[in-house]
């Protein structure tokens, strides 16, 4: 089973709107990473949360860390074009007394005039 | 400053034939990670180098995955021989934490493609 659940998995957002996408982590989370990728590039780093309760910002994208509930959520505030990609979560996760960063399976955004 | 580089940038093999990716990561950075990323799917960790040293490969299939990172700078995936379900993109990772995870610099990936 999938360690870093997403959702949704798609999302269709007309240009302006709110948007919110979550991870939830079957597993305690130790750091949680939401990074961007475009088709056919490599991952760009968004953010980085560590702590419960955590909310960081930059420009118009929002991230929480929900400890407790093992969760955080990503969130768009007046939707661009260039904010259409995929956007995938990423946590610190122990195996076996390595921390390991595992990815969910992302949510691709698609922002329409 | 110069970001991950990774070539070639796209692959096209026939299944039971080799290949090989090169990675060079950001100059200073101690920690190289391999990644494979199946389509529809997030990235999944093949292998962590640690300078030259292996930190993880425990999701590396050893019988046709290998992976070096001599003198603790660039390396090199290769998969000998490939398999229709090794079509994905592999991407190569660094950072410059020493001990755990934290902020990684993707390059572009190698796409390839097994037929």
Not at chain 1, 8 to 14: A, G, K, Y
Not at chain 1, 56 to 61: A, G, Q, T, V, Y
Not at chain 2, 16 to 37: D, K, M
Request: charged share 20%; aromatic share 10%; glycine share 8%.
């Amino acid at each position: 089973s999938q360690e870093l659940e997403q959702s949704p998995q798609s999302l269709i957002v007309q240009e302006g709107k709110n948007l919110t996408i979550n991870c939830t982590s079957s597993k305690t989370l130790y750091g949680l990473y939401w990074y961007k990728q475009k088709y056919g590039e490599g991952l760009i780093f968004l953010m980085m949360l560590q702590k419960g309760g955590e909310e960081k910002s930059h420009e118009k994208i929002t991230a929480k860390l929900d400890e407790k509930k093992q969760q955080s959520s990503l969130h768009i505030t007046a939707s661009q074009p260039s904010h259409a990609g995929i956007y995938l979560c990423g946590a610190d996760i122990q195996d076996f007394g390595n921390e390991k960063l595992t990815f969910g399976t992302g949510t691709r955004l698609t922002i329409i005039p | 400053e110069a970001g991950v580089a990774q070539s070639p940038r796209y692959k096209i093999i026939e299944k039971r034939q080799s290949v090989a990716f090169w990675c060079n990561p950001i100059s200073g950075h101690a920690t190289l990670y391999w990644y494979q990323q199946i389509l529809g799917q997030g990235p999944k960790l093949l292998i962590q180098f640690q300078n030259n040293g292996v930190v993880d490969d425990s999701q590396l299939p050893k019988d046709r995955f290998s992976a070096e990172r001599l003198k603790g700078v660039d390396s090199t995936l290769k998969i000998q021989p490939a398999k229709l379900e090794d079509s994905a993109v592999y991407l190569c990772a660094s950072s410059p934490k020493k001990y755990g995870n934290e902020k990684l610099f993707f390059g572009s990936g190698t796409q390839l493609s097994v037929l």
